[in-house]
């Protein structure tokens, strides 16, 4: 599976990449799919973040959130209010922590421990050939389920 396109923006602050996360979830018209570990997370735990993703969700976007409970690190978590989100425990764990919008923009998180305070994320947009190769993986792991 590839990780990067030309139309990725690496290289930024944890801050610009969160930013950048909201407006693609601010944008999104149809779906948003989300790949994660901790939901306890410091970004989705942020309020911005889980605004930005329950407006979507009232608009009719279906959002979709899979994860892999972390040991010690416990399930709730601000983005588990959202009224229609889907949320689905994984039995596998992700290969990457990775954010699908609308089949063509993505949110990939960097590798980082289980816990971490900060997680790094590329972001790649108008890539639905790279988002659809995510959107499989995302489908396997919840029909593993």
């Given at each position: 599976?590839?990780?990067?396109?030309?139309n990725c923006i690496?290289?930024?602050?944890?801050?610009?990449?969160?930013q950048e996360s909201i407006k693609l979830f601010r944008g999104a018209n149809n779906s948003i799919k989300i790949l994660a570990g901790n939901i306890n997370s410091p970004f989705y735990s942020d309020e911005n973040v889980v605004d930005?993703?329950?407006?979507?969700?009232?608009?009719g976007v279906k959002v979709e959130l899979a994860f892999f409970p972390i040991a010690g690190q416990g399930t709730k978590s601000k983005i588990t209010k959202i009224q229609t989100l889907k949320l689905e425990r994984l039995k596998n764990r992700p290969i990457r922590h990775v954010t699908i919008v609308d089949g063509k923009h993505l949110r990939i998180e960097a590798k980082h421990r289980d816990g971490s305070k900060t997680t790094p994320a590329i972001i790649c947009k108008d890539d639905p050939p790279l988002a659809s190769e995510w959107e499989s993986a995302f489908e396997s792991l919840v029909a593993a389920k």
């Open positions: 599976m590839k990780f990067l396109s030309f690496s290289n930024q602050t944890e801050e610009k990449t969160k930005s993703l329950s407006d979507a969700a009232k608009r």
